[in-house]
C-alpha cells in the first residue's frame, strides 16, 4: 500500500470516528460532552469536534490524490479507495445532520441520487474502455459543500452573529450544482447508453 493510498485509508478510518462521534449516546455510559454558548448560541462540543475532522478529512482528500499523480503512484486499488472514501465521508455525515435536523433531508437525497447516476455513468464508460473526467460543475459542487458542511458543523458561526444563513445556502449551492453536473455528465456521456452493446 503507497503512501496516497495510505491517506485514503485513513480518511475513511477518520469518517467512521466522526459517525461515531455524531451518534453514539455519551450519556449512557457517565461521559457529559461539554457545551457552551455564544450570543445565546448553544454549541454542543461533539460537533466541533466532528467539524474538526471533517476538515482534516478533507484535505486528505486533496493531498492523496496529488501525491499519486505527482509521483506516479496511481492504482487501481487508490482510485478504488478513494471514490469509496470521498462517497462514505461526504454522504454519511449529510444523511447524519439532516436526521439531526440541521439540514434538510432533500440535501442527502439529491447528493445521493446524483452520486448513484454518475457513478452508473462512469461505470459504463468504464465497461467500454472510457474515462470520464471531472467537470468544472462537479468541483463546484464539492467545494460548496465542503463548505456548507463546515458550516453546519460550526452552527453557521460567525455568519449566525449577523443573521446571514451562510451555510444551507451553500450547501442549496452544492445541491444545484449536484443536479447540473449530473446534467452534464449525461449530456457529455449519452453516447454510451445510445450505442449498441
Known amino acids: 500500500m503507497n503512501l496516497p493510498t495510505k491517506f485514503t485509508v485513513t480518511r475513511i478510518v477518520m469518517t467512521f470516528i466522526?459517525?461515531?462521534?455524531?451518534?453514539?449516546?455519551?450519556?449512557?455510559?457517565?461521559?457529559?460532552?461539554?457545551?457552551?454558548?455564544?450570543?445565546g448560541i448553544l454549541i454542543k462540543s461533539e460537533y466541533i469536534i466532528a467539524g474538526v475532522l471533517f476538515i482534516?478529512?478533507?484535505?486528505?482528500?486533496?493531498?492523496?490524490?496529488?501525491?499519486?499523480?505527482k509521483?506516479?503512484?496511481?492504482?487501481?486499488?487508490?482510485?478504488m479507495l478513494d471514490a469509496i472514501a470521498d462517497k462514505i465521508l461526504v454522504?454519511?455525515?449529510?444523511?447524519?445532520?439532516?436526521?439531526q435536523g440541521f439540514i434538510s433531508v432533500l440535501v442527502p437525497v439529491i447528493i445521493v441520487l446524483r452520486d448513484i447516476f454518475v457513478?452508473?455513468?462512469?461505470m459504463q464508460a468504464a465497461s467500454k474502455g472510457k474515462v470520464v473526467a471531472a467537470i468544472k460543475s462537479g468541483k463546484i459542487k464539492t467545494a460548496t459543500l465542503m463548505?456548507?458542511?463546515?458550516?453546519t458543523?460550526?452552527?453557521?458561526?460567525?455568519?449566525?452573529?449577523?443573521?446571514?444563513?451562510?451555510?444551507?445556502f451553500m450547501l442549496l449551492i452544492g445541491c444545484i450544482m449536484s443536479i447540473v453536473s449530473?446534467?452534464?455528465?449525461?449530456?457529455?456521456n449519452k453516447n454510451l447508453f445510445l450505442e449498441n452493446n
Open 119 to 122: 457513478d452508473a455513468i462512469k
Open 71 to 79: 509521483n506516479n503512484m496511481v492504482t487501481d486499488l487508490g482510485k
Open 18 to 39: 466522526i459517525i461515531f462521534i455524531l451518534l453514539f449516546p455519551f450519556y449512557t455510559i457517565g461521559i457529559t460532552m461539554p457545551r457552551f454558548s455564544i450570543n
Open 91 to 99: 454522504d454519511s455525515v449529510l444523511i447524519i445532520l439532516a436526521y
Open 56 to 69: 482534516l478529512a478533507s484535505i486528505t482528500d486533496s493531498i492523496d490524490g496529488k501525491l499519486a499523480r
Open 182 to 188: 449530473g446534467i452534464e455528465y449525461f449530456a457529455m
Open 153 to 168: 458543523f460550526f452552527y453557521n458561526l460567525p455568519f449566525e452573529l449577523i443573521g446571514i444563513d451562510v451555510s444551507s
Open 147 to 151: 463548505i456548507g458542511t463546515v458550516l
